[in-house]
C-alpha cells in the first residue's frame, strides 16, 4: 500500500510539474515572459565602419566595429548630460555629418504609427544640449548640412535654425479637423502607412510638404466615459465626445497639396497638381540630386499612379511615369520605390507580369531593364550599390511562407545588361536585413517556426561574420517546456485551389484523442498569417489547454502573385469565408478532430471574417469570436474600402451582399462579438449595427464592449480580461 502511495505521490507531483510549466495568461499578458530580445535604436554609421545601438534601458547610445565586434564604445551616456527632462531615449538620428544627435523622449502614442516626442539636440564638438522646442512635436528631423531640424506641432510645419537659436513657423493655417501640414492625417496615416509628409531638398534651402485640408470631411464622435483616460475622469454624470476627422466610403476625402517653402525667401509656393481634384498624394521625394522634386498622384479607384516632376521654383510640374492596374495598386509601390545617386533612373516595385517584381527606369520614364523575374513576388527593395550596380532585396521566391535576402548585379556585356542574381541569407524561414551604409555589411535578421530570432552579420557577399543576439536561453527554455509549435500543411478548397496552413497541437497530443478545433485567420488583402516565422502567444496558450489551433490562410492573401492576392477585387469576404469553411470541412474529416465543435475568430478583418463565417457556415462552426469587427464596408475609410471594393456607388452588391449585417439571419452557432467604444478604426458603429441584424432577426449571442479603448483594446487590465473572456467563451461552447 505504501509503494502505492508512493507512486501516486510520484505521479502527482510530475503533472503538478507539468501544470507549472504551462502557458498561463498572466506569464503572456501581465509578465510578458517568453519575449525575444533584440538590438535597440539600430543604425549604421556614415563610414560604413560601424552600427550604433541603444543600450542600457535606453541610457546609453553605443557603437560597435562590424569588422572586429567586440567590446562597444559609448558615443552618449545620457545620465552623464545631468538634464532632469531627459533620462533616459527611445530614438535618435545623427546629422549628416555626425557631429550632432537628435534624441526623443517621452514618446506617446497618437495612432497606429504616429506619436509625439519630447526632442533635443546633442552637439558633441561643443558638449551642448539643448531642446528642441516647448511641449512636444512630431518627426523632427535635421537637414541634410545638420543646421536646422524640422518639425511639426499642433498641424503646423516648424524650422529650428540650430546656429542661432530661433524658431520659424512655417504654416500657421494648421488646426485640429481642419488643415493638416507635414504629417498625414487619420486616414492617410492608417492606409498608405507613413508618418511624415515633408522633405527637406539635398542642399538643405527648401522644405516640400503636404497639405490636407479636411474642413469639408464628416467627423465620426466618440462617447468618452470615466474609463482610464484622465481627461474625462470628472466626467461622471455626462460623458464627453470626441471627435475625429473620417471619411468613410463613397464619401468626400480630404483636399490635398504639395507646396515648396524657401528658406531665405520665406515663402512658399504651391506645385501644380492638375485639374483633378478628387486624389491623393502619398509620396513626395526630391530627385538625388534635387533638381526636381518627385510627387506620386493617384486618382480615387487607386488603380493608376502618376510620377510628376516639379520645379520647386516655379511649381511647374510634368508626367514622366504612369503606372496602371487593372484593379488596383498597393501601397508598398510607394514604400518601395528610389531614386538612385546617378541622378539619372529609379527604380519601381510593379505587377506588370503578374507578379510583384523590380524595375529600372530612367528619370525620362523609359524602362531601362526588369532587374528580377519568377513566379515569386518580391516584398522589399532595400537599396543600391551605386559602385558595383547591385541592387538588394527580400523575396518569397522558395516558398510563399518563407522570406530570403538576395542581390542582383547588373552589368553590361557586349553591349546588353545582363543581370546576375544571388541569395545571401542561408536559413530556411524568414529573413530580413539592415545593410551598412556603403554596402560592405548587412545584419540578418531570421527566424522559423522552431528558432526564435537570431541576429547575424555578413559580410555584402553573405559570408557569415559573428552572431549578435540567438535568443538560446528562449529556446532552450521553448524545449524544455514542450510549448507546443506550428506545423505546415496544404489543403485543397472546394475548388481546387490549394491553401497554406499550420498547425498547434496541445503538448500531450495523442492520435486517439478526438480535439475541439479552434480556428484563428485575419485573411484581409495581402496579409499573411501563414508564414514561417518564431510566434509565441495566445495561439500557443490556447492549444496547450486542449485545442487543436489553426490558421489558413485563403485566397487574397500575400506572396502568391497577383492573380491570387486579388481574385477578391469587388467582393471582399466572398472567397475568404469560403476558404475558410472549407478548410473547416477538411479538418473534420480527420481522425483526430471533433468535427462538431469547431471556433473560428478573428480581429478587425478577421473580425468580419469569422462573423461572416459563422453567417455563411453554420452547419460547420459551432462558436465564432469577432473583435472590432467590420460588418459592412460602408461603414469603413476611403481609402481601403475603395481601393478593395470601388465606389459604393458603382459596387452597391460587392458592399453589401458578403456583409454580416446582411447574413445575419444565417448565423446558427454562438457568437462573441467584442469592440471598444471609442475604436478610431473600425467605429463601434459597425458591432452596434450588426447586432441590431441580429436583433431582428432573433438571433441570440453575446457582446461585450470596452469603455474608451481604441482598435487594440489594451490599457490597465483590459487585455487579461479580454482573453479570460475568450477562454471562458471556449471552454463553455466547445464541450
Known sequence: MRKIILFLS???????????????????????????????????????LNYTLIENSGREIVKYSYKIGGKPTVILDIPSLKNDSL????????????????????????????FTGVYFVYNFVTKELIRLSTGSQQVATFSPDGERVAYVKNSNLYVKSLRFGTERQITTDGEEGKIVNGVPNWVYEEEFEFIRSYEWSPDSKQIAYVKLDEEQVSAYGFPMYKGLNPEHKENTLYPGVAQLKYPKAGEKNPAVSVLVYDIKAGQSIEMDLGQQTDIYVPKIHWTYGGKNLGIFKMNRLQNRVELLFGNSFSGDTRLIYTEKNKRYIETDYFDNFQ???????????????????????DTGGVKVIQLTSGKFDVLKFYGCDPLIKTFYY???????????????????????????????????????????????????????????????LHEITGKFVRVLKDNSELKSTIAQRKIPLKEFFTVKNSEGTTLNGWMIKPSMFSQGTKYPVLMVQYCGPNSQHVVDNFEIGWDNYIAETGYLVVCIDPRGTGARGEDFRKCTYGQLGKYESDDQIDAAKYLSTLPYVDGRNIAIWGWSYGGFISALSLAKGGDVFKAAIAVGAVTNFRFYDTIY????????????????ENSPITLASGIKGKLLLVYGTSDENVHAQNSIEFSEAMVQAGVQFQMMAYANRSHGLRGGNTSMHLYTMFDDFLKENLK
Do not use: W
Not at 22 to 35: A, I, R, S, W
Not at 342 to 361: A, M, N, R, T, W
Open 10 to 48: 510520484c505521479i502527482l507531483a510530475c503533472y503538478n510539474t507539468i501544470q507549472a510549466q504551462q502557458l498561463t495568461l498572466d506569464e503572456l499578458l501581465v509578465k510578458g515572459g517568453l519575449k525575444e530580445s533584440s538590438l535597440t535604436g539600430l543604425a549604421s554609421t556614415k563610414d560604413g
Open 87 to 114: 533620462t533616459a531615449i527611445s530614438d535618435y538620428v545623427f546629422s549628416g555629418d555626425e557631429t550632432k544627435v537628435l534624441l526623443m523622449t517621452k514618446r506617446k502614442q497618437l495612432f497606429r504609427r504616429s
Open 339 to 361: 531614386f538612385l545617386s546617378d541622378d539619372k533612373s529609379f527604380v519601381i516595385l510593379s505587377e506588370q507580369d503578374g507578379y510583384k517584381h523590380l524595375y529600372l527606369y
Open 394 to 456: 527580400q523575396a518569397a521566391a522558395v516558398s510563399p511562407m518563407q522570406r530570403e535576402v538576395y542581390s542582383v548585379m547588373m552589368e553590361l556585356k557586349k553591349k546588353k545588361l545582363t543581370l546576375q542574381t544571388q541569395k545571401l541569407s542561408s536559413e530556411p524561414g524568414v529573413n530580413d536585413a539592415v545593410f551598412g551604409s556603403d554596402y560592405k555589411y548587412f545584419i540578418n535578421t531570421f527566424s522559423n517556426s522552431s528558432t526564435p530570432t537570431v541576429l547575424t
Open 641 to 656: 474600402s475603395e481601393r478593395y471594393l470601388g465606389l459604393p456607388s458603382q459596387n452597391p452588391e460587392g458592399y453589401d
